[in-house]
């Protein structure tokens, strides 16, 4: 019989914010079967709530509590309402994250206060308040992993997402220096793109185009981070700080220039490509078609898809 307790999270007590849906509730869902009791952290409470509760089902303890993340003393009281329920923090997953699409030229001031204030002072505060648990606490020690984006590393969205990004990967660095000390390790995990509700409006022509980019095949579901997240939450990371860890099947490989199409078919299919989107859709309440998009979750993203690819129906 393999000895995998190098990976097992038992006993282990963990949050994850915006762990409501999408790569939060994968995470989420990860850390609880690797062992964890996991308390959901999201702007969302209703949706948390059932998310705390597929965790339950699984056999953990789960809590979901309602914060928003750029919020400094809505932060400091959710850590303290995990650390009231679980007792202490050992793993914390910093994923809460929004995007606001347009034009750089005619981005206005709030918008990109919006995204900064989200994705990099809301990641900031959350690691601050979650190493001075991980600090006070004994054992001294903790894993904070930070959910960055391929957006930190290659100009893929706008300036306020991408930079917000690289300063959560840099922001990492500095924090992995300086909490070592602790035994705190920080690192990162940088996706490409997902299935989650933040891409339910994108159309079946781009899914074709980033299957045919990444050289593992497949538009990347939220389960393709169990295995990267369960790794930066367990002893099998304890030397491992300050890294940005990149799932992405090879997509920012700029792979275009070596011949591309496939020797063998992908480990996934599109049809297993949507199974979580659904799921989180479903959670959420809205509908979807067969391929789990609808245009109106994100209308800005159906029409900037719209724009760059046309409306070419993408056959399968
Ligand atoms: N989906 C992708 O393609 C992709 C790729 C790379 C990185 N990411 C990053 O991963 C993270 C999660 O993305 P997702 O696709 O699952 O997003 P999502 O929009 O599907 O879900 C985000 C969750 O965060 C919560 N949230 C939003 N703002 C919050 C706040 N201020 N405080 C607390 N909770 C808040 C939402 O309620 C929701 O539950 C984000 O940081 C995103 O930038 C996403």
Redesign the pocket.
């Known amino acids: 019989m393999a000895d995998l307790s190098l990976f097992d999270l038992t006993g282990k007590k963990a949050l994850v ?2 762990g ?5 509730r994968a995470c989420a869902v990860a850390l609880a079967r690797a062992g964890a009791d996991v308390a959901v ?4 409470e209703e ?1 948390a709530a059932k998310t705390a509760d597929e965790i339950r089902a699984i056999g953990r303890d789960a809590v979901a509590v309602r ?4 919020k400094r003393e809505e932060v400091q009281a959710a850590v303290q309402k995990v650390v009231v329920s679980f007792g202490r923090l050992d793993i914390a997953v910093n ?5 606001i699409l347009g034009a750089d030229e005619e981005m206005d001031q709030e918008s990109w206060d919006k995204v900064i204030g ?2 990099l002072t ?1 990641v900031f505060l959350c690691a601050q308040a979650e190493a001075q648990q991980m600090i006070a606490q004994t054992p001294t020690e903790g894993k904070i992993i930070n ?5 930190a590393s290659i100009a893929n969205c706008n300036a306020s997402y991408d930079a917000s ?1 690289a300063g959560v990967v840099h922001m990492t660095r500095t924090l992995a220096a300086e909490w070592g000390r602790f035994n705190i390790n920080v690192n990162c995990l ?5 299935l ?4 339910a409006s994108t159309p079946t022509v781009v899914r074709r185009r980033i299957r045919e980019l990444t050289p593992l095949g497949h538009v990347q579901r939220p389960e393709d981070l169990y295995g990267a997240v369960i790794f930066l939450a367990s002893a099998a990371s304890n030397f491992v700080t300050g890294h940005d860890l990149m799932v992405d099947g090879g997509h920012t490989l700029n792979a275009w220039l070596t011949p591309l199409g496939r020797a063998v078919p992908p480990r996934v299919g599109p049809e297993e490509e949507t199974v979580q989107l659904k799921h ?1 859709l479903d959670l959420l309440g809205f509908s979807y078609d067969k391929d789990g998009i609808n245009p109106d979750v994100h209308p800005e993203i159906a029409d900037a898809f719209k724009a760059a690819f046309g409306s070419e129906e993408a056959p399968e």
């Open positions: 914010t915006g409501a849906v999408g790569i939060g952290v999201d702007l969302n949706v914060c928003d993340v750029t994923n809460a994250g929004i995007g989200v994705n809301g959910i960055a984006s391929m957006s990004k940088s996706p490409s793109y997902v989650t509700p933040m891409h989180d």
